[in-house]
C-alpha cells in the first residue's frame, strides 16, 4: 500500500501565504513525479503544479510566479509554497504521486488538505 498525506492548509488572508506538504510512504520502489491539484467548491479538479523526479517543474497558468513547487527525494515529500494568495485560490488541495511499485505503476491521491483566502 501506498499513502499520502498532506498538512499545511488553512485559513489565510489575501495577500498573505501558505505552505503545503506531502508525505508518501508504503511500499514505493520509486517516485516518477508529484503534484498538487486543486478543487474548488462546486468545480472541477485541476492541474496546479508538478515536479519530476529530476527536479523539472510546470505549472498552471494561473499560478502566474506565486507558487513554487519542490521536492525532497530522500524524504518522498513534496511541498508547495503559495504566496500573494488570493480568494479565488481556495480550495482543497491534493496531492498526487506517480509510483514505481513492484508490482508496476500507480497513481496516488491524498485525501486532500482545505485552502482557505479571505478576502
Known amino acids: 500500500q501506498v499513502q499520502l498525506v498532506e498538512s499545511g492548509g488553512g485559513l489565510v488572508q489575501a495577500g498573505g501565504s501558505l505552505r503545503l506538504s506531502c508525505a508518501a510512504s508504503g511500499s514505493i520502489f520509486s517516485i516518477n513525479g508529484m503534484g498538487w491539484y486543486r478543487q474548488a467548491p462546486g468545480k472541477r479538479r485541476e492541474f496546479v503544479a508538478h515536479i519530476t523526479s529530476g527536479r523539472g517543474t510546470n505549472y498552471a497558468d494561473f499560478v502566474e510566479g506565486r507558487f513554487t513547487i519542490s521536492g525532497d527525494n530522500a524524504k518522498k515529500t513534496v511541498y508547495l509554497e503559495m504566496n500573494s494568495l488570493k480568494p479565488e485560490n481556495t480550495g482543497v488541495y491534493y496531492c498526487?504521486?506517480?509510483?514505481?511499485?513492484?508490482?508496476?505503476?500507480?497513481?496516488?491521491w491524498g485525501q486532500g488538505t482545505l485552502v482557505t483566502v479571505s478576502s
Open positions: 498526487h504521486a506517480a509510483i514505481g511499485t513492484r508490482i508496476g505503476a500507480l497513481d496516488a
